[in-house]
């Protein structure tokens, strides 16, 4: 199977042009191919199919082999695989994923894709469509209402949390120091509270100012990555919601940064950062 291994600010994935490659059994090669060790490596697995209401589809794959609806770094790269490589030469891009449609404006340096900006659509803030389990935080019963810096119990620990969904939920908790985390400890119990029936991706945001904050997140299905588009995209909602920073922002990642808008017009996220190709090969499934 030829595969090209592509990263947006440190979120890498596994990516194979579905038109041209056959694969069964995708959750199992999702894992196979994931492991650092002894597979290519990577956050997961993205294939890049035809579409019928878009452009182009993304399938995504998280490393453990479970399904992802969205990824904002992942949809970057998509643009650029199907750009540089010629299999579409429309700016914007529309690309379906998991029946949502986003558009894509390309950035292009060199007759290559550079950066791109994402209009990644409305915040979901409903609590039953992030989705949230009320039953399970403490205080917060109506599933109806935003959840916003609302206590929920962590083992010993209670933190303050704000649900947004991306077309994937996130739990979003401020914090004094990013770099002080332990994530490997305290990121699976987050990812598997039963206050989010689903899972959740966990966002652990330090404001540096109105118009710079800095980003850890724990990711459902692959642990800590160096970044997660959707995940900056809540953040800057949760930020706002909780007056703690203007609606545009750059937001600081562990592999780099993302700028990220929240159109009062329109009420979109807006994200823009860079897709890059690592290497390109062949292996066997």
């Not at 291994?5 to 041209?20: E, T």
């Not at 995209?233 to 592999?255: F, M, P, Q, Y």
């Amino acid at each position: 199977m030829r595969f090209t291994k592509m990263q947006g600010c440190g979120n890498d994935y596994i990516y194979v042009d579905g038109s041209s490659e056959e694969v069964k059994n995708k959750p199992e090669v999702v894992r196979r191919l994931s492991d650092r060790h002894f597979g290519i490596g990577g956050d997961g697995v993205i294939f890049i199919n035809p579409s019928d209401n878009a452009d182009f589809e993304m399938e995504m794959y998280n490393a453990d082999g479970s399904r992802g609806k969205m990824c904002g770094n992942g949809i970057r790269c998509v643009a650029k695989f199907v750009y540089d490589k010629g299999l579409s030469r429309k700016n914007p891009l529309k690309i379906e994923s998991f029946g949502s449609v986003k558009t894509l404006y390309l950035n292009i340096k060199d007759d290559k894709v550079d950066t791109v900006r994402v209009d990644m659509g409305e915040p979901i803030l409903k609590a039953a469509d992030v989705p949230v389990d009320p039953s399970k935080t403490l205080g917060f019963t109506d599933s109806e209402e935003r959840l916003i810096s609302a206590p929920i119990k962590y083992k010993s620990e209670k933190e303050n949390v704000t649900a947004v969904s991306m077309g994937n939920p996130h739990a979003v908790i401020f914090v004094d120091n990013t770099e002080k985390l332990d994530l490997m400890s305290i990121g699976p119990v987050h990812e598997h509270h039963p206050a989010f029936p689903e899972g959740v991706n966990t966002e652990f945001v330090q404001v540096v100012d109105r118009t710079h904050l800095k980003m850890r997140v724990w990711e459902r299905g692959s642990g800590e990555t160096l970044a997660c588009g959707t995940g900056a995209c809540a953040s800057l909602v949760a930020s706002v919601l909780n007056g703690k920073s203007d609606r545009r922002v750059t937001i600081h990642l562990l592999g780099g940064d993302l700028e990220i808008e929240w159109d009062e017009k329109d009420n979109h996220i807006y994200m823009t950062g860079p897709a890059t190709i690592v290497f390109e090969g062949e292996v066997e499934v």
